[in-house]
């Protein structure tokens, strides 16, 4: 591991330029006073597909800009291993992610506070995304306008997701306005986090704006070893960049926000987690904490595929030339069109089953179909009713596989390792073709291509959800807030790394429970939180 030698000192430090870190780099320079270090281990976003929106096809599955993580095999899944993207890029994941604006529901963020975190429910965390936010509608009851965060409406619509929400609401599933006041449950577009046309990341919104303030200090291209500690507080953060072993001493506070793979690996390099996990790499325990990268939760989407025709989908337009070149032309000249399309423009979210109080399934339909991101486009007309279980109860783990940062973690969701989960994963597909064969889409003769017609009973079904099931890159939670009480809490309801002082992480880890939809905003939100706590902190307040 890096020692280094001292370089500068700095009020703050963090680690990690993704959502959370950009928040957190704007937010913590605002004072002129205060030095501020954000340390991000990818590169410039100078690329073309980090900004044209549908570059995500390109993004993931790209060393350039993905960390090309692999889960190991997942028994839920018939014993497969799945890529986990990470943007790797300022911005983070807000690069290549799906660009979709969503807060979750009020009940997720009363459930925080019901789990005994004072200030993290939802008429506490409301008017912090409407601070942070440029709604295109400007401000209203549940949106804010003049900050950061750009939402609009998508650019482009298809016919078919028309006929898809009629046929939703032909199977119960109104239709609404808006998926972000609370309450989530019905039909609609997604909102996006783009302008004009072009995606807007964590970087453009927070971080771009602010790079030439004088007093914060961005470097890219940086692998962090560890956070250095005496008397259990943080006195510095080592890192390498170039080969060069390095060395940020830290006056006030250091912040992880590498993510929920990054964060929970850096604490444990400092030794900081489960004793014996620790001890067994030949790391010096600092800290006992064994909740340390326990508690991810994910969102697994289940991607049934169905076959249409007499309407047409990106599959056949993106393989008819003329028409490809077309949608250059149109996004070239008009900022409109394909090329500005999020993965899913529509979604609908419902209960499983009436035994859940609020919707517990979230579909993204998407006028496409391929057999993985990163790979071609099917050649026939065909559209995906993604459908993932947005509160799972199974839960993973992200560890160390050795003591050096170059070595890749050991990341296990333990997808569908419940009853109950297993449960509604049969129970998602069964909504799906509940919504699919309703009469507003009879004219376009769906085809179940995956799983298939015949696959009838439950058994086949959760044999099918395994087969079809992958990440929809929400991981959270592997170094959660929770109450004085609560043995595998990892932070307070501050951010605060228990038991150590100068050190928080504030990123998608801190969530003690997943929300009830896309988590890219609900991270925005946290930082935003974290941030103004941080600055209380140091005044006193």
Not at 267 to 289: F, K, N, P, Q
Not at 326 to 337: D, E, P, S
Request: aromatic share 8%; glycine share 10%; proline share 5%.
């Amino acid at each position: 591991m890096a020692e280094g030698n001292d370089t500068e000192i700095f009020d703050y430090v963090i680690v990690g330029a993704g959502s959370a870190g950009c928040v957190l780099a704007n937010r913590l320079s605002a004072d002129p006073k205060k030095r501020v270090l954000l340390l991000e281990g990818g590169g410039e976003d100078n690329w073309i597909w980090f900004h044209i929106p549908v570059g995500y096809l390109f993004a993931i599955g790209n060393p350039r800009s993905d960390w090309m993580f692999k889960t190991a095999a997942e028994a839920g899944l018939n014993g497969r291993a799945l890529n986990y993207p990470r943007g790797k890029t300022l911005g983070g994941s807000s690069a290549i992610n799906a660009m979709i604006y969503m807060r979750g529901q009020a009940a997720d963020y009363d459930h925080w506070r019901q789990l005994g975190l004072p200030g993290w429910g939802w008429d506490d965390v409301l008017p912090v995304f409407k601070r942070v936010e440029d709604h295109v509608e400007g401000p209203n009851e549940f949106h804010g306008a003049g900050g950061e965060w750009r939402v609009e409406h998508p650019r482009i619509r298809w016919p078919i997701l028309d006929h898809i929400r009629d046929a939703a609401e032909a199977a119960g599933v109104p239709k609404i306005p808006d998926f972000n006041t609370g309450d989530n449950t019905g039909s609609s577009y997604f909102q996006v986090n783009q302008k004009k046309g072009r995606r807007w990341s964590a970087a453009r919104g927070f971080l771009k704006p602010v790079m030439n303030r004088p007093n914060l200090k961005v470097e890219t291209g940086v692998t962090v070893d560890r956070v250095e500690l005496a008397e259990r507080r943080v006195r510095a953060v080592l890192y390498h960049q170039e080969g060069q072993a390095r060395r940020a001493t830290v006056r006030g506070e250091a912040v992880l926000s590498a993510g929920a793979i990054g964060s929970p690996l850096i604490l444990e390099r400092s030794g900081i987690g489960d004793g014996d996990r620790l001890s067994a790499h030949g790391i010096e325990v600092a800290h006992h904490l064994p909740g340390v990268g326990e508690n991810l939760q994910d969102h697994l989407q289940i991607r049934p595929i169905y076959k249409v025709h007499g309407i047409k989908t990106l599959n056949t337009e993106y393989w008819n030339l003329f028409k490809r070149a077309m949608m250059g032309v149109n996004y070239a000249l008009f900022r409109r069109g394909p090329l500005t399309m999020a993965p899913s423009q529509v979604g609908a979210f419902v209960k499983s089953s009436d035994e859940y109080e609020t919707a517990n399934l979230e579909f993204h339909f998407q006028p496409l179909s391929l057999d993985d991101w990163g790979k071609g486009l099917h050649r026939f007309s065909a559209f995906t009713a993604s459908v993932c279980n947005l509160r799972p109860t199974s839960r993973g783990s992200v560890h160390m596989t050795g003591r050096l940062a170059e070595d890749a973690p050991d990341i296990r969701p333990n997808y569908l390792a419940t009853e109950a989960d297993r449960r509604v994963a049969v129970d998602a597909l069964k909504w799906a073709r509940r919504i699919v064969f309703q009469k507003p889409l009879a004219r376009f003769q769906p085809e179940e291509y995956k799983p298939g017609a015949h696959v009838e009973s439950d058994d086949d079904m959760l044999v099918a959800a395994g087969d079809l099931g992958t990440t929809i890159f929400h991981p959270v939670g592997t170094a959660k807030m929770g109450a004085q009480d609560d043995r595998m809490a990892v932070l307070d309801e501050r951010l605060k790394v228990r038991g150590i002082a100068g050190l928080r992480v504030i990123d998608a880890s801190a969530m003690p429970a997943i929300t009830s939809g896309n988590t890219n905003s609900p991270t925005i939100m946290i930082a935003e939180k974290g941030a103004e706590m941080i600055l209380q902190d140091a005044k006193g307040v």
